[in-house]
């Protein structure tokens, strides 16, 4: 079971969510949050897999409760559900930490799907999300970038496509804790919080095609 903590300040959005996730076999609910300070509360209480995140909350707001979360209990896994699509939004969320950037409107087997991901340690974001990042990074000079090896411009262009870590090491042969340093080193080297945020550099810095 996944084990999932509900952070928002409208209770009825929280009872909604709660409904919603009861629905799924592998989800379980296991905590509600009113604010900030309160899911980072419960995040050491309830000891969550994952923390489905509001951004505009009173007091302690959704990225400030992220970045809490992330300093105290790095192996909880957060994603943002909000109604906010503003590229800014989108940016700071993730580096703030959070696996996944998913709108209140988000069809039941994506939220289901981009919880899953996230607690496998994993990020599946919208193509609209991955839009937005691209155009909030896009500049008239591209980024100063160290140089990748070959092997991180492999394990890039297969993060562009979406694969998960188990399926890039399988393309290339080699474990899921080698490609795990391989996606820590891109990380370090684009200057990225996120492997969305990753390619977007890349497809900035040219890295990358662009279609």
Known sequence: MIRVLIADDHMVVRAGLRAILDAAPDLLPVGEAGDGAEAVRLAGE???DVVLMDLRMPGVDGIQ???QIKARYPQVQIVILTTYDDDQYIVRGLRAGARGYLLKDTAR???FDTIRAAARGESLLPAEVVDKMVAHLQGPQPAQTE???PREAQVLA??????????IARELGITERTVKAHVTGIFNKLGAGSRAEAVAIAMRSG???SE
Do not use: D, F, R, Y
């Not at 297969?158 to 399926?167: F, M, R, V």
């Open 46 to 48: 309830t000891a969550p």
């Open 65 to 67: 409760a992220i970045q």
């Open 109 to 111: 087997n994506v939220l």
């Open 147 to 149: 140089e990748l090896s």
């Open 158 to 167: 297969l993060l562009a496509e979406g694969s998960a870590n188990k399926e």
């Open 207 to 209: 890295l990358l095609g």
